[in-house]
């Protein structure tokens, strides 16, 4: 994992390489990992991982580089991310991507839409 005193989010390696690998079969170079938190529902968070074009990542994401892949953090989802780890499931189901954060959503926006 990449050194937890510089980044907002950790990336295990086993995830970093599962998305470097997905990002490969695209057909655009340079794209970015965009994560951000577009709500909250009976589980906490409800995250949005997608693929960005250098162009689409805007002034306010923060950029990080997690060993090759660079990772866009909109700006509204920061704090709510500080000390997520990106990780691979293994709950049988097969490899997918699942966040681990020590964050909870606070009472009030618990079961709704986040502002």
């Known amino acids: 994992m990449s ?3 510089t980044h907002i989010v950790e990336i295990s390696d086993a995830a970093r390489d599962k ?3 997905l990002r490969e079969g695209e057909d655009l170079p340079g794209l970015h990992l965009g994560l951000r938190i577009t709500g ?3 589980q906490g968070f409800i995250y949005e991982t997608s693929f960005l074009r250098p162009e689409d990542v805007t002034p306010s994401d923060i ?3 997690h060993g090759g892949l660079d990772v866009a953090i909109a700006l509204d989802s ?3 991310l500080r000390g997520a780890v990106l990780d691979l ?3 049988g189901a097969g ?4 966040m681990r ?3 909870v959503p606070s009472p009030a926006t618990l079961g709704g839409e986040m502002g």
């Open 63 to 65: 950029v990080e580089n």
């Open 40 to 42: 909250v529902g009976a």
């Open 78 to 80: 920061v704090e709510n």
């Open 89 to 91: 499931s293994g709950d």
């Open 19 to 21: 998305v470097l690998a």
């Open 3 to 5: 050194d937890t005193s």
């Open 95 to 98: 490899p997918g991507l699942v």
């Open 101 to 103: 954060n020590p964050n």
